[in-house]
């Protein structure tokens, strides 16, 4: 099963550089965007996640930067979930402006870890459903 989502942002002129260029180290920010707002789409919420003592943290990130977007451009962060999560979940990301150019490609992992112990854990099978993943 694979599924997408795409949300957009006006790049604000706190996170430019001096040339209006949005620094570098931004993009995991969006890219975050990105993430809660596709599983936000499926019923699955973060603050939800944590209450119910999980926790998603990244152990990995992987951005290529293609282009620059600049101060007051609306970028558009279409976020895709590719395989059915495990104890990882890998959100692939393209990042587009509003020429529809591609600025960044990223992926990022995710490892799904329980609160109180701090060990891995599977995926809950309440979240699965959600996403439409068969249990």
Known sequence: MNFSHTCSTRIRYGETDQMGVVYHGNYPQFLEMGRTEL????GVSYKE?????IMLPVISLNIEYKKSA????????????HEKPTVKITFDYEITNEHGELLTKATVVLAFMSKTSRKLMRCPKDILEKLGYPL
């Open 39 to 42: 599983l936000r789409v499926k």
């Open 49 to 53: 996640m944590e209450d119910a003592g």
């Open 70 to 81: 600049f101060y007051d451009d609306i970028i558009y962060i279409k976020t895709n979930l």
